[in-house]
């Protein structure tokens, strides 16, 4: 197959170049490319180096599948014209998520989007994906009512820029962690990323404030996203995102109510059968998901699976999955395997 990754130097790209090599996907001829800035560098696949390219629909011609990880207004511009000349389009921006005709696949979750076979499929936000893999399987079983989410988002969902903005941060403020009990403000170093010092901090904002709800585009996105994915356009759901410092790993704490009582055994035992799920719920033997124990990992791990207080039909769950992996790049490369049957 002729395989297009077009963003193929970014954070997601890179991951994207390795799970097709993981996963075997049957790639005959790989298009990477990227913006001028980066055209003629060089990226590994198969033991061998591929030069980037500058994305162009010409570029592009022939490809059987594109898988863009090269943000939303570059997506936008060619997108749509290369799935009209026949290439599948696997899209990790936000740009066509929302749009009626464009289906939003986790395959785990809602395979049957994936019906018909549509040219353009959206990966759903990495937030969304780490949540809704621990909760759709109880969701089947027990019919979710309402969603209260808590992202602890790391760096890297930001891109590159994002971890070496951390990176930075972390060396000047090296040393100096007493200071920090009382900071000088105006010594703190702050990034164009984040707008706020990352370091030693959180930032209780991903992406611009809405001023019209005051929730951030990320909360509004996981909302909208949630709906559609479990084709549940009524569904109760309010999202607080929220940036760490880690560098690679999102994690969710999950508040989920339910039409009937469920309980913690239940939910373990459905998220025990779940495929690409991995229950760490052993909590007095220290066992519970991390971030940095997803790192690097296929699986979506959850665990502190607890029953909210006097609601026999509501659950708490903490959830972590690799944002560049499950969140992203293997996410696209699912679906791939699902359009072309080439899964194993
Ligand atoms: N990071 C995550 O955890 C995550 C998770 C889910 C979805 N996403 C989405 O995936 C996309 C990429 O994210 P990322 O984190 O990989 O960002 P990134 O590290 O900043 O990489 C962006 C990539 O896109 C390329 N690019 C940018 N503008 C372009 C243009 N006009 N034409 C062609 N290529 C262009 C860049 O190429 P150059 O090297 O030439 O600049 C680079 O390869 C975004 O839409 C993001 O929202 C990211």
Redesign the pocket.
Known sequence: MRVGV????????REMLRILEERSFPVDELIP???????G?RVRFQGEDHT?G??SLDALRGADVALS???????K?WIPQAAEAGTVCID????FRMEPDVALTIPEVNPESLEGRPRIIA?P??TIITALMAVAPLHRAAGLQSLILSSYQ?V???????VTELAEQIEKLHGMEEDLAHPDPSALPVGEVFGKTIAYNVVAKVDAFDPETGFTFEEIKIQREARKILSLPELDVAATAVRVPVPVG?SVSIHATFLRPIGPDEARELLSAAPGVEVRDDPANGVYPSPLEAAGRDEVLVGRIRQSPGRPDALLLFSCGD??RK??ALNAVQIAEHMFATSK
């Open positions: 077009v963003g193929a130097t970014g954070a997601v790209g490319l990227a913006s001028e800035r980066s055209a560098t980037v500058v994305l990880s090269c943000g939303s207004t570059a997506a511009s990790n921006s936000s740009a990966v936000n990495c790391s890297s969902g930001a891109g590159r820029r994002g999102h944002n560049l969140g992203a």
